[in-house]
C-alpha cells in the first residue's frame, strides 16, 4: 500500500487484535478468504436492483454472486425457497432492521422491543434511536426476580399495547429464547413476529441454539428474520433479512424498500464476502466451533460466579454474558471495570444490567462474549484461566 499513513495504522491494529484477549459479544475473527472478496474489484461495480433486474448494464457477474449468497443463506438455515425469501443487500443491522419497520409497520404505528438496559437493541424502539422517533414504540423489560423474560407479562403487556411487530432477539441476553411463546403472543395481540437473530446467528447455524425459522404445525415461528453477518456468524460488516413468502407479500415489500425505498446500489465485494462467510458456516468444522462457543463461554461464566461475581440471569446458554461488576457498592462500576481490564490487555464493553441503579454511561455491569477467542482456538480451561485474571484485575479494587 501506498498510502504510509493508513497502512501504519492498519498494521497497529493488526498488531493490537493480536496481542489483546477479546471478549467483545459481538466482535469475531474472519478468515482471510473473506478479507480477499473484502477486498477485491466487485467493489467498483455498481448493479442498482435485484439479480435479473438491475438498472445497470455489465451485471452479469454481480448477478451470480448475489445469487450465490441468497441461495447459500437459505441453505444454511435449511429455508425452502418457495417458503422464505432472502435480501442480502443491507448494510449492516441497524439499516436492516429500520426496512424491516419501514416495509411493514405504517408511520405512527408501534413497535415492540426490549428495553435497551434489559437486553435489547437501540434499533428495536429505543427513543434515542429513529426506530422509537419514526414510530411509537413499547418497550418490555424482563423480570426483576431471575432478569429472564416473563412471557406471561410480555403477554399482557403485547394483549394491552397492539402493536404492530414483536422483535424478539438481543445484544445483551443470555439465554435461549422462546420462540413458540413469542409466536403465540404475537397472534394473540395481533401482530408480526421478527427474529432479529443478529447475536446467535452463528449459533443457530451451528446448530446449538434453536431455529426462528423452524416450523410448528405447518406454522413459521417468524414472520422475518433478520442478521448481522459479522457477530458469531463471522463474517464482513453487513445484514441480511428473511422473510416468509405468502399472501401478505412481505418479502416484496421489504424488497422494495431496500432499493429504491432506502438504499442505491449494492456493496457486491461485501455480499461475496458474506457468501464466503456462509459457505465457511455451512462445514462441520464450524459446528465444531458453535459448541465450543458456548462451553467456553460457560466455563468463563461458571468460574466468575464461583469466585464470587454475581453473573446476570444466573448463567449463560450462549455465547455471552454480563457480569453485575458493582454489586450494589460491594463491587466496581463497569466503566472502571472495563478500563481496568484494558490495561491489563482483555477487551470487554461496559454494560447496563436490568433495573440498573447507575448511568448507562457507567453502568453497573460488563458484558463477556466467547466467539472471538474462540476463533482462535481458545477451549474451556483457557477460559477458566482468563476468568481468574479478570478477578484478579478487577478484585483489587473491591
Ligand atoms: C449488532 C446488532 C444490531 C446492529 O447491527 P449494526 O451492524 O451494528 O448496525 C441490530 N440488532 C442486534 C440485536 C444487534 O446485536
Known amino acids: 500500500m501506498k498510502d504510509i499513513q493508513i497502512k501504519k495504522l492498519i498494521d497497529t491494529e493488526r498488531k493490537r487484535q493480536k496481542k489483546v484477549i477479546n471478549l467483545v459479544a459481538s466482535e469475531n475473527y474472519v478468515s482471510r478468504d473473506v478479507l480477499e472478496a473484502l477486498g477485491s474489484e466487485l467493489t467498483d461495480k455498481y448493479g442498482e436492483g435485484y439479480p435479473g433486474r438491475r438498472y445497470y448494464r455489465g451485471t452479469s457477474v454481480v448477478d451470480e454472486v448475489e445469487r450465490l449468497a441468497q441461495n447459500r443463506a437459505l441453505e444454511l438455515f435449511e429455508l425452502d ?10 448494510l449492516s443491522g441497524s439499516p436492516a432492521n429500520f426496512a424491516v419497520y419501514a416495509a411493514l409497520v405504517p408511520q405512527g404505528e408501534k413497535i415492540m422491543g426490549m428495553e435497551l438496559s ?69 397472534d394473540a395481540a395481533g401482530a408480526l413476529l421478527m427474529v432479529d437473530m443478529s447475536h446467535f446467528a452463528g449459533l443457530v447455524a451451528g446448530k446449538v441454539y434453536p431455529s426462528p425459522f423452524s416450523t410448528q404445525g405447518g406454522l413459521a415461528l417468524a414472520d422475518v428474520v433478520t442478521t448481522t453477518t459479522h457477530k458469531t456468524l463471522r463474517g464482513p460488516r453487513s445484514a441480511i433479512i428473511f422473510s416468509k413468502r405468502d399472501e401478505r407479500g412481505l418479502d416484496k415489500k421489504i424488497d422494495k424498500i431496500i432499493i429504491p425505498g432506502l438504499q442505491g446500489g449494492p456493496h457486491f465485494n461485501t455480499i461475496a464476502a458474506v457468501a464466503v462467510a456462509l459457505k465457511e458456516v455451512g462445514t462441520p468444522a464450524f459446528r465444531k466451533y458453535a459448541a465450543q462457543v458456548v462451553k467456553n463461554a460457560k466455563a468463563l461464566s461458571d468460574e466468575l460466579a464461583r469466585l464470587g461475581w454475581r453473573i446476570v440471569e444466573g448463567g449463560t446458554e450462549t455465547h ?25 490487555g482483555i477487551i470487554v464493553n461496559e454494560n447496563t444490567i436490568p433495573f440498573d441503579t447507575r448511568k448507562p454511561m457507567d453502568p453497573s455491569g460488563i458484558r463477556l462474549g466467547s466467539a472471538p477467542e474462540t476463533t482462535r482456538g481458545k477451549k474451556e480451561q483457557d477460559f477458566i484461566k482468563i476468568a481468574q485474571t479478570i478477578d484478579k484485575v478487577l478484585r483489587k479494587t473491591r
Open 320 to 344: 455471552l454474558l454480563r457480569v453485575d461488576t458493582w454489586m450494589n457498592g460491594k463491587g466496581i462500576g463497569g466503566r472502571e471495570a472495563a478500563d481496568k481490564l484494558e490495561a491489563a
Open 118 to 186: 434489559h437486553g435489547g437493541h437501540l434499533t428495536h424502539g429505543q427513543k434515542v434511536s429513529i426506530t422509537g422517533k419514526f414510530w411509537n414504540s413499547a418497550l418490555y423489560t424482563v423480570s426483576k426476580e431471575n432478569e429472564r423474560i416473563d412471557y406471561d407479562s410480555l403477554r399482557e403487556f403485547a394483549l394491552k399495547e397492539k402493536p404492530k411487530i414483536i422483535v424478539a432477539g438481543f445484544t445483551a441476553y443470555a439465554h435461549i429464547i422462546d420462540f413458540k411463546k413469542f409466536r403465540e403472543i404475537a
Open 81 to 90: 425457497k418457495e417458503a422464505w425469501s432472502v435480501n442480502v443487500q443491507p
